[in-house]
């Protein structure tokens, strides 16, 4: 699996991208596209910005095969659809055209704050 750098003019803590080596670059530019295109349709239903541009998203990995496997974090541990969040994560990936299966994990290292977010969810939620 090989390391690709962040989409250019992401957040400054945008997620880890790894990258299938066996995929030819031209799909894999068009599933890293969809895929981040599939987050960005998941919201925090008590934020008005969506989870990629909050900067929840910590890595996503797309392996030989087309599986996706997503490192996810919340605003807050406690969050009320921390049980939920996840599978509308799996479920927006996994529409993706190509993706095969999808892995969601939660975690909360390093916990989440507010420099993570890109200047897009900035403005959405006027925190500057």
Do not use: H
């Not at 919340?74 to 049980?83: E, I």
């Amino acid at each position: 699996m090989t390391e690709a750098s962040p989409p250019e003019g992401s957040a400054p803590n945008s997620p880890e991208v790894g990258l299938g080596s066996g995929i030819p670059p031209e799909e894999l530019d068009r599933l890293t596209d969809d895929i981040i295109a599939a987050l960005k349709t998941v919201y925090d239903p008590e934020i008005p910005a969506d989870i990629y541009e909050l900067g929840l998203i910590y890595r996503v990995d797309i392996d030989d095969e087309r599986n996706v496997t997503i490192d996810m974090t919340l605003t807050a541990p406690g969050c009320p659809v921390a049980g939920e969040m996840p599978g509308w994560v799996e479920n927006a990936v996994a529409s993706v055209q190509g993706v095969k299966d999808v892995k969601v994990n939660m975690v909360f290292d390093p916990p989440w704050d507010q420099s993570r977010m890109s200047d897009e969810a900035r403005v959405a939620l006027d925190m500057w």
